[in-house]
């Protein structure tokens, strides 16, 4: 069985992916970066500056979750291993206020429990353990806007949730910031032009193409422009104008000029729970599980018009 059965319709921690890849043939716009020198699926990333700090995940065909931490140099293309997470996790969501990176949710072994949230400083190296989340959660998603850092949706206990937290640094506390439209987990999310757009994700056995906008200073959501395709356990990241959303083959780029969707190159490699960043022109994907259900460690490049 794969780890998390959303692929089946379920929400479910289980077992993992196997070992190998699945390439595709058309590499159009698409080319190799250094690999990570693990398999991983799952993981929790942020990006600091020009670097990307990828925490935990899992691997193989057991769903072992993992404490391992490195970092991403795109300028150099090579990557560094850093203390590991204070414990194993997978499925859990990140996001980065300045120069400190926050670990959030997640399942795993031990002390975890879904509700741990650790910080790690990349100027004063080192974790440090921080307020629990008020709720447990896995496949939900994190994004940071000004100050704050937002943990949205996620499921927990067999349940979909709406709740978005919002975490306060100086503060070390939760709260309760809004809810989403609708329960949902599995989704992409990011800060784009003041506002934080929640894209496609799973609802139930409804694989989904809708945006969702929130301002946070009207506290109010709003339909944005639906995907051409649905996607699930995406990775998103934002380009100036546009945002990239990538998923197994599907790669779909949306124009704020135009107000919408265009389909992109495919990957060489198609992987979903896979994480996506813009740094220095180019947009990278990092790790994910193949169609086949196999961890992957490929990193992928494409250079930005």
Known sequence: MRALAL?????????????????????????RARSMSQRRSYIAAAQVGELVYAAGGMVGESGRPLATFQRFDPAADSWT????????????????????????GG???????????????TERPGWR?????????????????????????????????DEVFAYDPGADRWSLATRLPRP?????????RGEIWVIGGRHEE????????????????????????PMELLGAAVAGDEIHVVWESVYQIYDAGTGRWRQGPRPLVSRHALEAFVV????YTIGGCTTALVDSPVVERRELP
């Open 129 to 161: 353990e921080l307020a629990a989340l008020p709720e447990p959660r896995f496949n939900h998603s994190a994004v940071a806007l000004g100050d704050r850092v937002y943990v949205l949706g996620g499921y927990s206990f067999g349940v979909e949730h």
């Open 280 to 283: 220095g022109g180019g947009l």
């Open 206 to 229: 409804e694989l989904l193409r809708e945006v969702w906008i929130f301002d946070p200073g009207s506290g109010e959501w709003r339909e944005g422009p639906a995907m051409p395709k």
């Open 7 to 31: 692929l089946a319709g379920l929400a479910v921690l289980a077992t993992g992916c196997g070992g190998g890849e699945e390439a595709s043939s058309d590499e159009d716009g698409w080319e």
């Open 107 to 121: 399942q795993g072994l031990g002390r975890v429990t879904g509700r741990q949230a650790w910080a790690y400083d």
């Open 81 to 104: 291993g850093l203390q590991r997470l204070p414990e194993p996790v997978s499925a859990a969501a990140a996001a980065a206020v300045g120069s400190t990176m926050y670990v959030t």
């Open 184 to 192: 949902m987990h599995a989704f992409g999310a990011v800060a784009f």
